[in-house]
């Protein structure tokens, strides 16, 4: 069975009918815009404290129970949920967790090197371009709610973003949707800036995505929505379009993904 059959039946069987209904109108039309954001780890960067003391390791699978508890808090959405355990579930490499002095889990994200460049593909069916030499990619954040507000992602992603340098690659991306401001000011503090546009766009359940360069106003946007004008790179010292940008005006289609 595959994880988005099993994802419905599982939103189905506890009763989310209202979550389900509004993936599938999502899927019927939609148009949505993503920052594609990129950290270059040759760049002077000093990670943001925390409000308590955290360390990062490897995801552990007694972690996992613990922080996608669906009864832990009703307000999350269940699709996240289920989106956070599609991937535990694909043995995508690798999960990263932060955790508290002792050891509670209270964040996950997971770190993606080039050489799974096809477990990628395979499981985000193409939402993603593939990453060249040097480039790693950051994916599924997620925030135990027991310790929200304490300012954990942007150091989490930080740190778990350095932990690129074992596994050769310089360059860290992400992407967030343009609507989510909570993300793209902890990706923003996290030393990430933009380099690309992703627009995605579903019609009766077929996924169209398309790359773009950023332009000045997609940045200027990025920087004024994070509160952040006074950090914004000269032009000079933005990213250039380069070997290690993925290659532009490339569509990409595909069923229905996560």
């Known amino acids: 069975m595959s994880s988005k059959i099993y994802n419905a039946l599982q939103l189905i069987r506890k009763g989310h009918f209202i979550v389900l209904l509004n993936e599938f109108k999502k899927r019927i039309y939609s148009r949505s815009v993503s920052i594609g954001l990129q950290r270059d ?133 992400t992407f967030v949707d343009v609507t989510n401001i909570p993300s793209l000011k902890g990706c923003q503090r996290s030393g990430f800036k933009p380099y690309l546009i992703r627009k995605d766009h579903w019609f009766l359940f077929q996924l169209s995505s398309t790359f773009h360069p950023i332009t000045d106003t997609m940045d200027n946007h990025f920087y004024v929505i994070t509160d952040s004008v006074k950090n914004k790179p000269s032009k000079k010292s933005q990213i250039p379009e380069t070997k290690h940008t993925p290659k532009l005006e490339k569509k990409l289609s595909n069923g229905i993904s996560k």
């Open 41 to 173: 780890l040759n760049d002077e960067y000093q990670a943001p404290s925390a409000k308590i003391d955290i360390q990062v390791r490897k995801l552990r699978k007694e972690d996992v129970a613990e922080l996608l508890d669906p009864t832990s808090d009703p307000t999350i959405n269940p699709r996240i949920i289920a989106n956070q355990l599609s991937m535990v579930n694909a043995n995508i490499p690798t999960c990263f967790v932060a955790v508290t002095t002792d050891d509670k889990p209270c964040y996950m994200q997971w770190l993606i090197g080039n050489d799974k460049n096809q477990d990628i593909e395979k499981h985000f069916k193409g939402v993603f371009p593939a990453l060249k030499k040097s480039e790693a990619l950051l994916e599924g954040a997620y925030s135990n709610p027991a310790y929200r507000g304490l300012r954990i992602m942007p150091m989490a992603m930080a740190l778990i973003a350095e932990k690129a340098t074992e596994i050769n690659a310089r360059w860290v991306n």
